[in-house]
Antibody, heavy 119, light 108 residues
């Protein structure tokens, strides 16, 4: 069974960037979309964007278009989420989540990575 | 952009009671594109229902889903202690996803 393992917690200064990784263990990214979902303290999940590794395409929620990059390395089974120009409102737990192609639900989630933006 | 609105914000119920959670979409969506998740403190969301009414692996049959068009419902027929959590509906289409703001099911 595929598990998604994320990199560890980060503390960042306002204006800096963060890059979080998500590695699939026990399987590959074939036939999947990897999305990134964040959850601010006490808030609901927010879909940020996703990538389809076998098609080498990514798409983003409009509000993140100008500062979010999602990539994937099929050879290592690892996806990445990089968010730039960080501000305090970006403090959240960031999750990667897997969605099978041509379905509409996330059947596997990473454990989450806490990103704290603070001066 | 589709907006999902969940109601109520909080449900206060006792074990054994029935829970009815609602999710309303800002425009008509395909039933196959609506899912529900359960989340407990400190954990990632867990898939409960997909395609409006299909239970995920390991989800007991006291959970059921229904709805079409813009209005969808997750029902828990008899609440067990492990069911008390926050539930989110979710839509995904055209490579874009969105979540509702959640309904907290708490012990009365």
């Amino acid at each position: 069974q595929v598990q998604l393992m994320q990199s560890g917690a980060e503390v960042k200064q306002p204006g800096s960037s963060v890059k979080v990784s998500c590695k699939a263990s026990g399987g590959t990214f074939s036939s999947y979309t990897i999305s990134w979902v964040r959850q601010a303290p006490g808030q609901g999940p927010e879909w940020m964007g996703g990538t389809i590794p076998i098609f080498n395409t990514s798409n983003y929620a409009q509000r993140f278009q100008d500062r979010l990059t999602i990539t994937a390395d099929e050879s290592t089974g690892t996806a990445y989420m990089e968010l730039t120009s960080l501000r305090s409102e970006d403090t959240a737990v960031y999750y990667c989540a897997r969605l099978q192609l041509w379905t509409s639900f996330f059947d596997s989630w990473g454990q989450g990575t806490l990103v704290t933006v603070s001066s | 952009e589709i907006v999902l609105t969940q109601s109520p914000g909080t449900l206060s119920l006792s074990p054994g009671e029935k829970a009815t959670l609602s999710c309303s979409a800002s425009q008509t969506i395909l039933s196959s594109h609506l899912a529900w998740y359960q989340q407990k403190p400190g954990q990632a969301p867990r898939l409960v229902m997909f395609g409006t009414s299909d239970r995920a692996i390991g989800i007991p049959d006291r959970f059921s889903g229904s709805g079409s068009g813009t209005d969808f419902t997750l029902t828990i027929s008899r609440l067990e202690p492990e069911d008390f959590a926050v539930y989110y509906c979710q839509h995904y289409d055209d490579s874009t996803g969105t979540f509702g703001q959640g309904t907290k099911v708490e012990i009365k």
